[in-house]
């Protein structure tokens, strides 16, 4: 992912997260980027500092209350994260393509699960507890498919 950059030098991990958190919340204050990515304030505030140095994001001032900062990217962070994107989905579409016809076919077929499992995640990122009851009345366990072994391993 840090190659995507280019000539640009390679953001540290958090930075890249408080990137995407305010691409997908445009105008989120700093305190709710630390409480959503579980970080101290004053942390989420210094990685702000630096990303706005690096022209990568800016403050605005909230018109209804001048006390609360808001965040927005600026447009070297949205292509930076463009090119990311592009090159994550070019890794894949060439991981996939390597895949035998089964395997491929059991990928398309975990898709709907895994949407689930990221708009749940989604769900404990925004402040909610992520634990919507699964419809077969489980404890929501994560079972091996069949034909794998716990762990991974095909048995």
């Known amino acids: ?24 919340e445009p105008g989120i204050r700093v305190h709710d980027v630390a409480a959503q990515l ?6 989420v505030s210094t990685l702000v500092q ?14 209804a209350d001048g006390r609360v900062t808001r965040l927005g990217l ?8 463009g090119r990311w994107h592009d090159l994550r989905r070019e890794i894949l579409a060439v991981r996939l393509a390597e895949l ?9 077929r975990a ?5 689930r499992i990221a708009i749940s995640l989604e769900g404990v990122a925004a402040g909610g507890d992520g634990a919507a009851a699964p419809p ?4 929501g366990e994560v079972q091996a498919a069949p034909g794998v072994a716990p762990g ?3 048995g």
């Not at 992912?1 to 997908?24: D, F, K, W």
């Not at 898709?111 to 949407?115: I, K």
């Open 50 to 63: 630096l990303l706005s140095a690096e022209g990568m994001i800016e403050r605005r001032r909230d018109p």
């Open 100 to 108: 035998d016809a089964g395997d491929r076919e059991a990928v398309a």
């Open 152 to 154: 991974g391993s095909r």
């Open 1 to 24: 992912m840090r190659a995507a950059s280019g000539t640009a030098s390679p953001l540290p991990e958090a930075q890249v997260e408080i990137l995407r958190l305010v691409r997908r």
């Open 111 to 115: 898709v709907p699960v895994l949407e």
């Open 38 to 43: 579980q970080l101290a304030p004053n942390t």
């Open 74 to 81: 600026l447009p070297p962070a949205e292509e930076r994260l």
């Open 136 to 139: 077969d009345g489980s404890r």
